[in-house]
């Protein structure tokens, strides 16, 4: 069952034992530090910061959120034991089930609690850490879902892009090219007007996963909440604005992005593991209300090498949705995809495949490297058959080891959607357009040497099964040989 908001999140979060507090930790020097050193090992428990130095007691910080697939699944309602492949498709049974539901407008909620407003706003006096050294500020929005209104549809985007404090009451906003956020910006832009925007800093993560996919353009991520939910979201109308901002989050920032007004922003450091997108100009949110609850709870997550807080609930949820939009194309045989960790859930992609005809496989790498899901910052795309397990890293570099021909079956398709992100990414003539080239490797057993390609090497099935239910001391529940030290006789 999914849950309501963050708090409720942190308290399901520590009752399964994967949650670690620290008090008096420093957000220009150590928080940063304390949350990289648990994102190296993805299962490290999310971290809660209070008492930070600098800060009132009680505003508090957590990070390190959705780096375990028992809580990528709790956040998303699903039971929280299941394994990579499990996860995948579990996603995708949610997807195929889900059915949006709209959000409901209610009165008030626990965000409207305090209100500043005007030059009663204070945005600093919310943690707002350097995550790493060579960051150029402190960054609130990185956890955050950026709320606008498209001004021709009235579709409400929610997405997650980077929010740097700037001052009291200015913070800058980046957003990379052919998101749907700087769509709508454009849009306000193209008619002279600034472009009315909220900001949620701390929130129920299921909103921050949806706000960090490729959800379809025109599709609402609070409806799509409400049907993983199942129920509708709770939103209150902003004041200033009439956005929908959600009732129960922590703490909101309200106000406009101008046109023509620009601020030194970042440098930063991204979820593909480097500082690429620099220092530049990019515009800014004159914030010019503040909600939060009482005792707010910024949420953080936060980019570095991969796999990262950033990156790491999009390996499952990516898997699903490429694999969705393969199939809703008319592609057949998939039986297994994953976005691996390594390429921050985009720029690494396999699919596994049951080998039907002629092309099959050199189709599906086609297509898995320019839908929609899988077309942005994607670098590679690697097609093996269906004996593989596309999550098992060692299983397919073997597979592209043993059963690639180079000089056949690897093409390169050039000038493709990327980022400013990317740190291989080709700039444009302007200076801001960002294009990438990527490969299709076909990894799969040559169609017309299906039935002469060399047999493997391995137990069957079936004397497996077997040799489990003659020495079942010797294994798990999964099947698995157990790690724990054992004596055994027949």
């Given at each position: 069952m999914a849950v309501n908001?963050?708090?409720?999140?942190?308290?399901?979060?520590?009752?399964?034992?994967?949650?670690?507090?620290?008090d008096g930790?420093?957000?220009?020097?150590?928080?940063?530090?304390?949350?990289?050193?648990?994102m190296q090992d993805p299962g490290n428990p999310a971290v809660l910061f209070d008492r930070i130095v600098g800060y009132p007691s009680g505003h508090r910080l957590i990070a390190n959120v959705i780096t375990s697939n028992a809580r990528v699944a709790l956040t998303l309602g699903l039971p929280p034991d299941l394994g990579a492949r499990d996860l995948v498709m579990a996603c995708r049974e949610q997807?195929?089930?889900?059915?949006?539901?709209?959000?409901?407008?209610?009165?008030?909620?626990?965000?409207?609690?305090?209100?500043?407003?005007?030059?009663?706003?204070d945005t600093t006096k919310f943690p707002a850490p350097i995550w790493h050294a060579g960051d150029g500020g402190r960054y609130i929005g990185t956890g955050c879902i950026v709320i606008m209104r498209d001004p021709d549809s009235g579709w409400v985007n929610a997405g997650t892009y980077r929010v740097q404090q700037h001052d009291e009451q200015t913070l800058g906003i980046y957003i990379s090219a052919g998101k749907h956020g700087r769509m709508i910006r454009d849009r306000y832009w193209a008619r002279g007007q600034a472009c009315p925007v909220a900001v949620s800093v701390g929130h129920d993560p299921?909103?921050?996963?949806?706000?960090?996919l490729e959800v379809d353009y025109g599709k609402n991520e609070y409806e799509v909440a409400g049907g993983i939910r199942g129920k509708p979201l709770e939103v209150v109308c902003a004041p200033?604005?009439?956005?929908?901002?959600?009732?129960?989050?922590?703490?909101?920032?309200?106000?406009?992005?101008?046109?023509?007004?620009?601020?030194?922003?970042?440098?930063?450091?991204?979820?593909?593991?480097?500082?690429?997108?620099?220092?530049?100009d990019e515009p800014i949110i004159r914030v010019q209300s503040v909600y939060?609850?009482?005792?707010?709870?910024?949420?953080?997550?936060v980019p570095g090498k991969p796999p990262n807080d950033n990156t790491f609930y999009r390996s499952p949820l990516r898997a699903a949705l490429i694999w969705d939009e393969l199939e809703r194309s008319g592609v057949p045989g998939i039986t297994g995809v994953w976005s691996h960790e390594a390429g921050g859930g985009r720029m690494l992609n396999i699919i596994a495949i049951k080998q039907m005809y002629?092309?099959?496989?050199?189709?599906?790498?086609?297509?898995?490297?320019?839908?929609?899901?899988?077309?942005?910052?994607?670098?590679?795309?690697?097609?093996?058959?269906?004996?593989?397990?596309?999550?098992?890293t060692n299983q397919v570099l073997w597979a592209?080891?043993?059963?690639?021909?180079?000089?056949?079956?690897?093409?390169?398709?050039?000038?493709?959607?990327s980022t400013g992100l990317d740190p291989m990414a080709y700039v444009g003539e302007d200076g801001r357009s960002f294009f990438n080239n990527r490969m299709i490797i076909d990894a799969c057993r040559p169609y017309d040497r299906l039935k002469t390609f060399p047999s493997l090497v391995n137990t069957s099935a079936a004397d497996a099964d077997r040799l489990r239910f003659r020495f079942p001391g010797l294994f798990g529940p999964d099947g698995k040989v157990s790690r724990s030290p054992n004596s055994v006789s027949v």
């Open positions: 908001d963050l708090r409720e999140w942190i308290a399901r979060v520590d009752e399964i034992g994967e949650l670690s507090r620290v930790a420093d957000a220009a020097s150590e928080i940063g530090g304390i949350v990289d050193l648990h997807n195929r089930d889900l059915a949006p539901i709209p959000a409901e407008i209610v009165e008030s909620g626990p965000v409207l609690a305090n209100q500043d407003h005007g030059n009663d706003v299921l909103l921050l996963l949806l706000g960090g200033i604005t009439g956005l929908p901002i959600p009732a129960t989050a922590e703490i909101v920032f309200e106000g406009e992005i101008p046109p023509n007004e620009l601020r030194s922003e970042g440098p930063f450091g991204e979820w593909a593991g480097y500082y690429a997108s620099g220092r530049k939060y609850r009482d005792d707010p709870i910024v949420l953080g997550c002629p092309g099959h496989s050199k189709q599906v790498g086609m297509a898995m490297a320019s839908c929609h899901a899988g077309a942005y910052a994607n670098r590679y795309c690697i097609v093996v058959d269906d004996d593989i397990d596309p999550t098992d592209m080891s043993t059963r690639t021909d180079v000089a056949q079956d690897v093409e390169v398709i050039k000038g493709c959607w």
